[in-house]
Structures are given as C-alpha cells and as structure tokens.
C-alpha cells in the first residue's frame, strides 16, 4: 500500500503562483508514474500533469506553459509549481501514483483563483 499527502494548496490572486507537494510513502517500486489531477465542482476529474521515475513529462493543454511538474526520488515526492494561474485552475487537484502494485490517490487539495 502505499500513501500519498499533499501540501500546499490555497487561496491565490489571478497571475499567481502556487507550488504543490505530494510525498509517497508505504510500499515504494522504482518504477512508476506520478502526476496531478484536479477536479472542478460539477466536472469530470482530469489529468494536469504527469511524469515519470524518469523523469518524462506530460502535459494537458490548458497548463502548457503555465505549470510545471517535478521530482524527486530520493524523497519519493512529486512537485507542480503553477505560474500565470487563472480562475479556471480553480479545482481540487489530486496527487495520483501509478505503479506495478496499484493505482493510488492522494486527499486532494483544494487550489481556488480569485479573478
């Protein structure tokens, strides 16, 4: 099994910035995929963005540019620095490990822009 806690959500300006964190911990394979979901009231949740332990990376179209998804392994943690941020990335953004033993999720943490 393993757990996912994420950190640093919260309540920001239209143009700001925010940087997530979401630490793995339990039963850790080398080989897997991290990324960042997020989900508006109302609507289907979505992939963000997504890397690997390789650290290649994948991006939904409407924060190319904008966010930017890293790791590091040493601590089995994930990062999104998200830049430029627009009401629109108002959301739930979720944590999401995937590797040979499972699909894991994160509580999720609540990012709300202000226009």
């Known amino acids: 099994q393993v757990h996912l806690v994420e950190s640093g959500g919260g309540l920001v300006q239209a143009g700001g910035s925010l940087r997530l964190s979401c630490a793995a911990s339990?039963?850790?394979?080398?080989?897997?995929?991290m990324g960042w979901y997020r989900q508006a009231p109302g609507k289907q949740r979505r992939l963000v963005a997504a890397?690997?332990?390789?650290?290649?990376?994948h991006y939904a179209d409407p924060v190319k540019g904008r966010f930017t998804i890293s790791r590091d392994n040493t601590k089995n943690t994930v990062y999104l620095q998200m830049n430029s941020l627009k009401p629109e990335d108002t959301a739930v953004y979720y944590c999401?490990?995937?590797?040979?033993?499972?699909?894991?999720w994160g509580q999720g943490t609540q990012v709300t822009v202000a226009s």
């Open positions: 890397i690997t332990n390789g650290n290649s990376t």
């Open positions: 339990g039963r850790i394979f080398n080989i897997n995929v």
């Open positions: 999401n490990r995937q590797d040979v033993g499972g699909n894991y």
